[in-house]
């Protein structure tokens, strides 16, 4: 019996041994030769290793293209992120809710309240942009705007979540984005152009202390020849002498103590300087029982910019360094907090400190030391020239005598001192008659003489 030639099955790859004898004759050769007939002859094999092939494949062309993409992210396109406690954040979103050209789905509800200038409030809704993916089209380029919360972190100074806003557009519209934060910035500020907040202290930080108000203007306020100029001098100068004061190692801050009796003037010139000088002021009132030392060192460094420090009363709040006053009311803040506190200020920024007093007398030499108090003037009552200043102010530059002839039945009272805010009162009462004003002038010589 023939025996069978040794012949493989159809599966069994042949290894032809012409092929092997092709090959360069290294093992190297000898293997891939093999490997390539054992592929070639078994279709699952084969289609295995194709397939594998086409896996490698698509997984390399994938992470080319998140490589590629990614490149492609960092050179084409360019971020900026506002977190929300910076303050061009509100500006932003404020911005945003009077933009014309979005499209948002996810919008949130600010409410505003407006005060007229008769007082009245009216409200209005403003729709910002919520949290979420926003599109808009500012001056030709696209912009993305991803508005994002942060789950678990909170501000803690109002508890609110800290959130962020990423804007995201090609790199070469990255020009766009100065222009539209200096944009926002002008529309917020233009809302209260014209008008002075008032801060005052909330827990860790500054509060707007009801809406802004109208400015006071300057020369609204009379006070006694020169002093009021002098006071303006000094404080211009001080605002354009950062250089200076950086150059010498300084602290760039300036303190002005307003004393004299009540209802001269003090706090009202303050208020119309902070306009004048386009400031806000920021109110502490340091006999206030749940204000400590530390809170205070805080307040006083975390001032907002273009602010004015108001201390009222100072000589109030502190009986010679202790910390309880007559009535036994014990203020958090003590005498050296306080020192310590206004010579603590460490800003880049200016610092400007007004504090008034009826009693100046009272006041610790410790507090008036050049460095705390740098500027000291007294507003005492009214003079003969600030009476006239005043009722021409009132009634008009025309009345020259009628002015006179006040000035002429005011001597005849002979009076020591009238504080300018009962001639005032006396000015608002014959609003439109300076005739019976000066008919009138005899209740000058009572000092709360209610009209
Ligand atoms: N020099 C002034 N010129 C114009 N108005 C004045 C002047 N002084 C006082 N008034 C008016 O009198 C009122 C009280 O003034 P203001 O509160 O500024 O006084 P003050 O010196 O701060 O008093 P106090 O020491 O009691 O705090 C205000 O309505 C203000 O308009
Ligand atoms: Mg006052």
Redesign the pocket.
Same mark, same amino acid.
């Given at each position: 019996m023939n025996s069978l030639p040794a012949t493989a099955n159809s599966n069994t790859p042949v290894v032809s041994l012409e092929k092997l004898k092709e090959t360069d004759g290294s093992f190297k050769g000898m293997a891939s030769g093999l490997l390539e007939d054992v592929m070639k002859g078994n279709p699952y094999f084969a289609a295995g290793g194709g397939l594998m092939l086409l896996g490698t494949g698509l997984a390399l062309l994938k992470s080319g293209i998140t490589r590629v993409s990614g490149l492609a992210y960092r050179q084409m396109l360019v971020d900026l992120e506002i977190p929300s406690k910076d303050k061009s954040y509100l500006w932003f979103l404020e911005w945003m809710s009077q933009y014309k050209h979005r499209s948002s789905r996810h919008l949130s509800v600010e409410t505003n309240y407006t005060q007229h200038n008769n007082g009245s409030i009216s409200t209005s809704f403003s729709l910002v942009p919520g949290p979420g993916k926003h599109l808009i089209k500012y001056e030709g380029a696209w912009m993305l705007i991803n508005r994002e919360r942060s789950g678990k972190l909170l501000d803690m100074t109002n508890g609110t979540p800290f959130e962020t806003i990423t804007l995201t557009t090609l790199y070469r519209d990255r020009n766009k984005f100065p222009s539209l934060l200096e944009e926002a910035k002008r529309m917020a500020l233009k809302t209260r152009e014209g008008k002075t907040v008032i801060y005052t202290s909330w827990g860790q930080e500054w509060r707007p202390f009801g809406q802004p108000r109208m400015k006071r203007l300057i020369d *609204? +306020? +009379?006070?006694d020849k020169g002093i009021k100029e002098s006071i303006i001098d000094d404080v211009q100068d001080f605002l354009t002498s950062g250089q200076w004061y950086h150059d010498r190692g300084i602290p760039y801050r300036r303190g002005y103590l !307003?004393y &004299? #009796? #009540? &209802?001269? &003037?003090?706090? *009202?010139?303050i %208020?119309s300087l902070a306009g004048y000088l386009d400031y806000n002021i920021c109110i502490l009132n340091l006999s206030e029982t749940n204000l400590t030392d530390d809170r205070l060192n805080y307040l006083m460094n975390h001032i907002p910019e273009r602010s004015i420090l108001l201390l009222?009363?100072v000589d109030a709040a502190f009986n010679k360094r202790s910390q309880t006053d007559e009535k036994g009311y014990s203020s958090g803040v003590t005498f050296s907090g306080l020192l310590n506190a206004l010579d603590g200020v460490a800003s880049a920024e200016e610092m400007l400190t007004f504090m008034?007093s009826?009693h100046p007398e009272r006041l610790d030499p410790a507090l008036l030391r050049p460095g705390r108090v740098d500027y000291k003037v007294l507003?005492d009552n =009214?003079s003969i020239y %600030?009476i006239e200043r005043?009722f021409l102010r009132f009634y008009g530059e025309t009345h020259r005598e009628l002015c006179d002839e006040f000035l002429e039945q005011f001597k005849t009272l002979g009076l020591p001192t009238v *504080? =300018?805010?009962q !001639? %005032?009162g006396l000015f608002v009462y014959n609003k439109r008659d300076p005739k019976k004003a000066i008919e009138m002038v005899e209740v000058l010589k009572q000092p709360n003489h209610v009209f």
């Open positions: *609204s +306020v +009379v006070l !307003l &004299g #009796p #009540p &209802g001269s &003037g003090k706090t *009202s010139f %208020q009222e009363d008034t009826n507003i =009214a %600030q005043m *504080s =300018a805010a !001639l %005032q």
